[in-house]
């Protein structure tokens, strides 16, 4: 399990992460290959109930915030604590971003992520667009990828696309299984392709 008693941040927030019993799975993102492993994308896991129903509950009470930080500063500390080295995905929701102290406190005790870390906008619960600008100046000051998660569901869209301009756009699942056998899909596909890397 993930303890956030020793991290550098302000008292309010550690007491509110000390709430949480979660833990942190890494699943793998592979090169073309389907052998390379490019970036682990770091999943949160509670103990108590499932993440759906976590984000859910605080969503409903405006404290995502303390989910965003628990992600951030828990999956890097068993990121490190695992001894990967590959490319590290971390989930951020379209609605939050670092203060200026948690940025500092993030780079104060994990160091350079420059060229590593990969930022993740995830399709849920809902977007700010004064959150989404301010983490595309944090992320470029910072050399950090801009990724779009599961491209096709929920927020994940070309108004997102166009808003955060990232370097990565993850398909959803939806649009791809079963492509090999699809005519239609290939063709969906291959214009959906097109039209992100004129919108990028």
Do not use: W
């Amino acid at each position: 399990m993930i303890y956030f008693d020793d991290l550098p941040l302000d008292k309010d927030i550690l007491v509110a992460l000390g709430e949480l019993r979660i833990n942190y799975v890494f699943q793998p993102i592979f090169q073309a290959d389907g052998k390379t492993i490019y970036a682990r994308e770091a999943l949160m896991r509670p103990v108590d109930m499932p993440v759906m129903e976590l984000i859910e509950k605080y969503t409903k009470e405006d404290r995502l915030h303390v989910l965003e930080i628990a992600t951030f500063f828990g999956a890097m500390q068993e990121y490190v604590l695992r001894g990967y080295t590959e490319h590290i995905c971390l989930n951020s929701f379209p609605s939050e971003y670092f203060t200026m102290a948690e940025s500092k406190a993030f780079s104060d005790y994990f160091g350079d992520l420059s060229g590593l870390g990969i930022i993740e906008i995830l399709e849920y619960p809902y977007i700010s667009e004064h959150a989404c600008k301010l983490k595309i100046q944090a992320t470029k000051a910072q050399n950090l990828k801009v990724a779009i998660d599961d491209f096709g569901d929920g927020l994940s869209n070309m108004d997102l696309v166009k808003l955060m301009s990232p370097d990565i756009v993850k398909l959803d699942r939806s649009l791809i299984s079963n492509i090999d056998k699809d005519k239609k899909k290939q063709e969906d596909v291959k214009k959906l392709v097109l039209e992100l890397h004129l919108s990028t």
